[in-house]
């Protein structure tokens, strides 16, 4: 259960502790600790949808930009539609609808698209936009965010991960260490033998999540 | 029924106990063994909660748009109630997603749920609390702060897995600080060996309680 400062902290003691004195300043390893949480991300959303579902309100509109933080699209509420929610064109269930004339998008049944920037939506509608976000970038300076603290509102990323990251960071760290340290090709075994040992036990301890998928009901 | 418990100084001792059966001696901090402890839990949550989920299966009353209890792990199946509510209640945030256009979600006697960002949404919007049922998640051991006669919130049958599997993460600590610890060589070897062996062990006990179940 930890913050960006108690996770920069943990990756400074193991590096210092470990098979080379990798001792970095706090923005290097907040920089190595946000590609951990971007490795992570993905395998998060899979079997933790619910911690990035966020929601923004359309008033009106037939072109709406999406927000900063859009990732993909989970629906569209329309309290008015007589199926309260937009058909979405171009989503996975619906990409067989958009060639039907019969289901035009009209106030009743309204038709969504996501483009590039924006969801383009057939007719004027007002409801709110619910997405997955993506994770945005910790500042190294940011040492209370919270990261995997679960119950606040704010956490990034369930805790179960929290080895993950840390080793995730530190294989960074190593990485980086020997490219400016110039170390032969047996220092370089060397050094990442033990981090990798330890990054596939925690791949295996991984697996059992698959089964966290729930089986999706056919259309 | 309750279910008996262990605690933080029950588990340091027993990580201790175990690495002598591999000749070999635990050289880390009391804070270090403790976080191994503690990620050794959440390995054994993560798999328990799909073999046997009863353990951690607890219910809370949450209001629309409150923050989740901190100890929520994840949600548990269907698992949503509310007095004076006269229809099953709809999640609508994975697989209902998907199916949205289907039904009509907006109803008082009715409600969809959602959570988002760890807060617990309800539509329409206003209703009263429901009752989750959810997964709860270990007891954060590895927090200095907490006194070594912190319980545990895991059930004491599932402590000597905790052990064996924080044990395996010990030693792999220590081989990740071999040269900051001076371990000697045969030292090496043993912990090497021991780590292969305890991750055997392990996985067969899996093995075994999922077949047990």
Sequence with gaps: ?219 | MAVPTYNKADLRSLIKVSALTYRAQIKLDDRTIDLNGHRAEMDVWSRYVQIDERFFRKSASIADAANLPSDFGMLANNAVDGAGLTASYIDISETSFRQANKWDLASATSPSYYISAQKFKILPIGSSPLTIDYYFLPTDMSNPASADSTVSSMPNELKYLVAMGATRRCFQTMMEQADTLNLSIEERQNITGAIESLADLYNKEQMKEAKHN
């Design chain 1, 1 to 219: 259960m930890a913050t960006h400062g108690d996770l920069m902290q943990e990756v400074q003691v193991r590096l210092q502790r470990g098979v080379v004195t990798a001792s970095l300043d706090s923005d290097t390893i907040s920089i190595l600790l946000n590609t951990a949480y971007q490795f992570v991300y993905p395998y998060n959303l899979q079997h933790f949808p619910w911690f990035y579902v966020k929601s923004a309100a359309i008033t009106a509109s037939t072109s709406f930009t999406l927000p900063d933080d859009f990732r993909r699209i989970a629906c569209v509420d329309v309290p008015l539609a007589t199926f309260r929610y937009a058909r979405i064109a171009n989503h996975r269930e619906y990409n067989y609808l958009q060639n039907i004339p019969d289901l035009a998008s009209k106030t009743a049944n309204p038709l969504c698209r996501v483009d590039a920037t924006v969801l383009t939506i057939g007719t004027s509608l007002t409801g709110t936009l619910f997405y997955y976000m993506n994770i945005p970038d910790v500042a190294s300076s940011a040492t209370t965010t919270n990261i995997t603290t679960m119950g606040t509102g704010n956490a990034f990323i369930h805790p179960v991960f929290e080895e993950t990251i840390v080793l995730q960071a530190m294989i960074l760290a190593y990485a980086r260490h020997m490219q400016i340290a110039k170390l032969n090709q047996q220092q370089q075994d060397d050094h990442l033998k033990m981090i990798a040992m330890q990054k596939d036990k925690m791949d295996e301890s991984l697996k059992p999540y698959a089964t966290w998928q729930r089986e999706i009901p056919e259309a």
